[in-house]
């Protein structure tokens, strides 16, 4: 292509977001790393440098969403990012309005992100939406009702989205991530408990970071044009389901049989 292609990535100020940005400068784009905290943004595009700029953008505003990706001039990828769990509660128990803030970001911001981009996405060659779910998309869980409840939302929206534009080149791929260790996941899931969000982790060898879902991304997007992965589910090697980890080391080995301490850290 003659022109750079361009990503926008929301949620790109922390965690995957700001990981998926990363990559994708690395792979050759420009990136506009959007999101509602403007210091955060600045922060990732002083790292990056030139192929990054920032759009301070509210996914649960329409007038933010359709002012700043109307304002774009070219769109190649979509990262629908931002999201994200608030508590832990039961069903019984659950506090609706973190309920209704959870379908707010997971599920109608994608769709309005999504509805904005799509004019400008029809006219890339390289034209792909990529959501980053979760495995809480697929599976349940005591506790996670409400989180579980968005995040299946938005997988549906996924699956939905790819039926209604069969027959157009527009790819749309649904990345499902298992536990990822961020700064801030948890920490907002948990009502800023810092110990608490740490115990989430405790005792699990090598939970997944930001870069292994952002190097999942990047291999999905980086495919030919006509291979669409439709869904991604990516865990640590510790999880087998949302609610059973292993706690404890686990015993690495190399293809020689030799212990293999840092295999498997992106």
Known sequence: MSQTPVALVTGGGTGIGAAVARRLVAD???????????????????????????????ITDAESVVAGVGGLQRLDVLVNNAGGAIGLSSVEDGDLAEWEQMYATNVLGTVRVTQAALPLLRRSPLATVVNIS??????????????????????????????????????????????????????????????????????????????????????AVGLPQHVNVDTLVVKPVAQASPQLLHRGPIDWKDADGKDADAKGDA
């Open 134 to 219: 979760s495995i809480a998309g697929e599976r349940v869980y005591a506790g996670g009702g409400g989180y579980v409840a968005a995040k299946h939302g938005e997988s549906v929206v996924s699956e939905t989205l790819r039926l209604e534009l069969n027959g157009e080149h527009v790819r749309v791929i649904d990345i499902r991530p298992g536990m990822v260790h961020t700064e801030e996941f948890s920490l907002t899931r948990l009502h800023g408990d810092q110990a608490a969000a740490e115990k989430v982790y405790d005792g699990v060898d090598r939970p997944l970071v930001a870069d292994d879902v952002a190097a999942c991304v990047a291999f």
């Open 28 to 58: 050759g784009y420009a990136v506009i790393v959007a999101g509602r905290r403007r210091d955060r943004l600045d922060a990732v595009v002083s790292e990056l440098g030139s192929a990054a700029t920032a759009l301070e953008l509210n």
